[in-house]
T-cell receptor, first 115, second 114 residues
Framework: GAGVSQTPSNKVTEKGKYVELRCDPISGHTALYWYRQSLGQGPEFLIYFQGTGAADDSGLPNDRFFAVRPEGSVSTLKIQRTERGDSAVYLC?????????????FGPGTRLTVL | AQSVTQLGSHVSVSEGALVLLRCNYSSSVPPYLFWYVQYPNQGLQLLLKYTTGATLVKGINGFEAEFKKSETSFHLTKPSAHMSDAAEYFCAVSESQGYSTLTFGKGTMLLVSP
């Protein structure tokens, strides 16, 4: 079956612009996660959705970052007034349910470059 | 709070040699431990995980890891490296209670030479 998909695969933008990154989870997966992977680092947690609600957004670095999942499936990560430090690969993962026994399946990521 | 330390950002081995990638963790509650592999331009793929029970866990592609609570370690091994094993490997920890955000190490790039 289809895995987690993310669009676009690459996004280049200018400092100060607004960007949206999309994640399509595996069908039927209720849990959805966003991570950010900077160069030379491991992925860092940003936000977790259980269904439509953000159950934990403690990893969002500041109020320029926001994510939604209005119908409990597709999620969009939104970044306002982008800064060069936002350049990274943004990873999305989904799992069948919450709890560490549920494997997280990762998408290929969106590489964001802020010039 | 949880953290993961992976010793060595790069490890080089010859084809056929033993692979050993080191991972140490800290966790305030009993941990669940994971190894992921990332090939270029691909998503993270789960290699193996430890939740409860047997401390030696076997994963895909001939990899295995042993959970050693006394050493707070979860090192990844493979008896004989193959060229196709060249990739970046990430160790991760999550709490065994509640939901499961993962805390990752910085990763180790495995280089395999012929």
């Amino acid at each position: 079956g289809a895995g987690v998909s993310q669009t676009p695969s690459n996004k280049v933008t200018e400092k100060g612009k607004y960007v949206e990154l999309r994640c399509d989870p595996i069908s039927g997966h209720t849990a959805l996660y966003w991570y950010r992977q900077s160069l030379g680092q491991g992925p860092e947690f940003l936000i977790y959705f259980q269904g439509t609600g953000a159950a934990d957004d403690s990893g969002l670095p500041n109020d320029r970052f926001f994510a939604v999942r209005p119908e409990g499936s597709v999620s969009t990560l939104k970044i306002q007034r982008t800064e060069r430090g936002d350049s990274a690969v943004y990873l999305c993962a989904s799992s069948l349910g919450q709890g560490a026994n549920n494997e997280q399946f990762f998408g290929p990521g969106t590489r964001l470059t802020v010039l | 709070a949880q953290s993961v330390t992976q010793l060595g950002s790069h490890v080089s081995v010859s084809e056929g040699a033993l692979v050993l990638l080191r991972c140490n963790y800290s966790s305030s509650v009993p941990p669940y431990l994971f190894w992921y592999v990332q090939y270029p331009n691909q998503g993270l793929q789960l290699l193996l995980k430890y939740t409860t029970g047997a401390t030696l866990v076997k994963g895909i592609n001939g990899f295995e890891a042993e959970f050693k609570k006394s050493e707070t370690s979860f090192h990844l091994t493979k008896p004989s490296a193959h060229m196709s094993d060249a990739a970046e490997y990430f160790c991760a920890v999550s709490e065994s209670q509640g939901y499961s955000t993962l805390t990752f190490g910085k990763g180790t790039m495995l280089l395999v030479s012929p």
